[in-house]
């Protein structure tokens, strides 16, 4: 049986490392926005921010790269004290496609992208679908929410990337972040359920 006290710090640890992963990759991709040069949030795609070569490659990529490493020891942490191992793994999965994403931007290998990204943003929606039952209502429905809500964006990404609706509604980048956004919303929800758990843990009478 895991030890309470240690289980109890690797959340913690896992809160902070999902809350720092969201936020810094929000705040950068904003950074990234309205920093490079003639951006549409419409038509171009997230990852144009971090192409080689781009004026915002220097801070994008590694804010990239730590978005994925992040929530994978997040997830690290979470699970390893949990005796769930198929957890753990499909935990891990999103921030192993993201790192993928950082290692080959668009223009170096876009299959290698592709894969990264596929593989992090699906792996993504159901670690954050399935999440529901780690947490207590209201925040569980808000959890399906925003699962359901990145789900549809994937299917219409994916599914349709040069239709005339696409085109016409959000455009290829304002779906993307359809995609995307509730994932980090997610890590900050989670990570900070996480750490206030925990401070409540401590301050409840004995």
Known sequence: MANPDKRGTDERNAGALLFISGTEFLLLTMFGEATYPGYSVHANAISDLGALGAATFWFYEPAVLVWGLFWF??????????????????????????????????NVSIALHSAGSVLGIFTGIIVVLLSYREVRPPLRF?????????????????????????????????????????????????????????????????
């Open 142 to 206: 808000c959890f399906l929410s925003l699962g359901v809500v990145s789900l549809v964006g994937a299917l219409v990404e994916f599914g349709g990337y040069n239709s005339a609706f696409m085109q016409q509604t959000l455009g290829p980048g304002g779906w993307e972040r359809a995609v995307v956004y509730p994932l980090l919303i997610w890590e900050v929800a989670f990570g900070s359920y996480l750490l206030s758990q925990r401070k409540l843990a401590a301050t409840e009478p004995s």
């Open 73 to 106: 020891l997040g997830a690290y942490f979470f699970w390893r004290n949990r005796r769930r191992r198929g957890s753990m793994m499909l935990g891990l999965l999103p921030g192993a496609g993201i790192m993928l994403v950082a290692a080959f931007p668009e």
